[in-house]
C-alpha cells in the first residue's frame, strides 16, 4: 500500500508501515498501533491545553529527558503494564509537542 488515496492525499487508513490500518480493524474498533496513536494524540492535547507550548528546546528536550526517566523507571521496576503504557504514552505526547512547538513546521 502506498497511504496515498485516489486523489493523492494521504490515506488515512493506512498505518505507518504501509501494512496496518492506523484507525479501524476490519473485525472493528482500533488496531493497537491507532489505538497507542489515538491515545498518544489526547495526552498531546491534554498537555498542550494545561501547560502551553514549549518556550525553546532547551525545555522542551528537559520535558522529554524527564518524560524518559519516568518511562525508565517504570519498566526497570517492573510497575505494571498499564503504567509502562501511561509513561510511553507521555513521552510520545511530549515528542509531538517538541517537533511542534520547536521544530517549526513540516520539512521542506
Not at 528546546?57 to 503504567?83: D, R, Y
Amino acid at each position: 500500500m502506498s497511504g496515498m488515496n485516489r486523489k493523492g492525499g494521504a490515506d488515512a487508513t493506512v498505518g505507518a508501515h504501509g501494512n496496518a490500518p492506523a484507525e479501524e480493524c476490519p473485525q472493528g474498533g482500533f488496531s493497537p498501533y491507532g489505538q497507542a496513536a489515538q491515545d498518544v494524540h489526547q495526552e498531546y492535547c491534554r498537555a498542550t491545553k494545561e501547560f502551553g507550548p514549549f518556550n525553546s528546546a532547551h525545555e522542551g528536550i528537559g520535558v522529554l529527558l524527564e518524560e524518559f526517566e519516568e518511562l525508565k523507571v517504570a519498566v526497570f521496576t517492573n510497575q505494571p503494564l498499564w503504567k509502562q503504557r501511561t509513561e510511553a504514552k507521555q513521552l510520545g505526547a511530549m515528542a509531538i509537542r517538541f517537533m511542534v512547538d520547536c521544530c517549526g513546521g513540516p520539512p521542506g
